[in-house]
Structure formats: C-alpha cells, structure tokens
C-alpha cells in the first residue's frame, strides 16, 4: 500500500464518499471570505467530480461515458459524504448529552 488512499480506492463509491468528507470538512476550516461564500453542497460536489474523474483517469481511463456518468455519480457521492457527517455529529452529540 502506498498511503491510505490509492486511485482504486477513490474510484469506489466507499472511497470517494470518504475522501468528500473529510476534504469538505477541511476546506470548511479555511478563512478565506469568498469560500465562506459557497454553500458546503456546492464545495463537496465539485470535490466529489473532480475525485471522481481523476480516480478515473487513473485506474481505467476517460471515456465520454465515463465522465458523463461521473457528473451523476457525484451527486451521489455527495448526499453520502454529508449524510454520513451529519449522522456523526449526530451520534456524537447524543453520546454527548447522556
């Protein structure tokens, strides 16, 4: 293993919804004004695209369907990546209030 995360790996759904969640929380820690800006939706999509397409790129190779399916694929990379976070925040804040 070259690190904990290969091309195979963000190419799977597990892989990419992993990866969204973490960067999209990362990013949301950044300062910078005009990224205050972008609803968080909007930043997990396109980390979720871009991740998908290189992951892509990488493993199989681009095709016009395959980057076509990716722009699909995303929007369900992204309601996992944030239903996952928030279903964390959630258990925490029960395990929390007991």
Excluded: R
Excluded at 6 to 31: H, P, R
Excluded at 67 to 86: K, P, Q, R, S
């Amino acid at each position: 293993m070259e690190g904990f995360f290969t091309w195979e790996y963000l190419a799977t759904s597990a892989g990419a919804t992993l990866m969204v969640t973490m960067v999209t929380q990362f990013v949301k820690q950044i300062e910078w004004e005009w990224l205050k800006k972008i609803p968080v939706q909007v930043i997990a999509y396109v980390v979720a695209l871009v991740g998908i397409i290189l992951g892509t790129h990488f493993t199989v190779g681009l095709s016009a369907q395959s980057v076509c399916i990716a722009f699909v694929n995303a929007i369900v990379v992204t309601v996992a990546a944030n239903g996952t976070y928030d279903n964390i925040v959630q258990l925490l804040q029960q395990k929390k209030d007991k």
